[in-house]
């Protein structure tokens, strides 16, 4: 599991779909669902239902448990990346 894995989880519970995640994290649509299978290879559980013919995706009940500890992860890793550039340019 990495950041991307989980940046693409959660764009694509906030955007409904995998294109739109894809365009809103300006990556393929390809990658965005590459990053999730191995998410969900990483974890061994489905995150996301995807149903044939249908465009939007809804979580799975191991989604809905996921989700919020998808959001602490990236929110406590992303609170770290800034205090080290605060560092960075404090030093500077």
Same mark, same amino acid.
């Given at each position: 599991?990495?950041?991307?894995?989980?940046? +693409?989880?959660?764009?694509?519970?906030?955007?409904?779909?995998?294109? *739109?995640? +894809?365009?809103?994290?300006?990556? +393929?649509?390809?990658?965005?669902?590459?990053?999730?299978? $191995?998410?969900?290879?990483?974890?061994?559980?489905?995150?996301?239902?995807?149903?044939?013919?249908?465009?939007?995706?809804?979580?799975? +009940?191991?989604?809905? *448990?996921?989700?919020?500890? *998808?959001?602490?992860?990236?929110?406590?890793?992303?609170? *770290?990346?800034?205090?080290?550039?605060?560092?960075?340019?404090? $030093?500077?």
């Amino acid at each position: 599991m990495n950041i991307e894995q989980i940046e +693409a989880f959660l764009a694509v519970v906030e955007h409904g779909s995998i294109t *739109a995640a +894809a365009s809103f994290l300006f990556i +393929a649509q390809s990658n965005v669902s590459s990053r999730i299978k $191995k998410l969900e290879e990483s974890l061994g559980v489905k995150l996301l239902s995807r149903k044939k013919g249908y465009k939007q995706i809804s979580l799975t +009940a191991h989604g809905e *448990a996921f989700l919020p500890l *998808a959001m602490q992860i990236f929110s406590i890793i992303h609170e *770290a990346n800034n205090r080290s550039e605060e560092r960075r340019v404090g $030093k500077e």
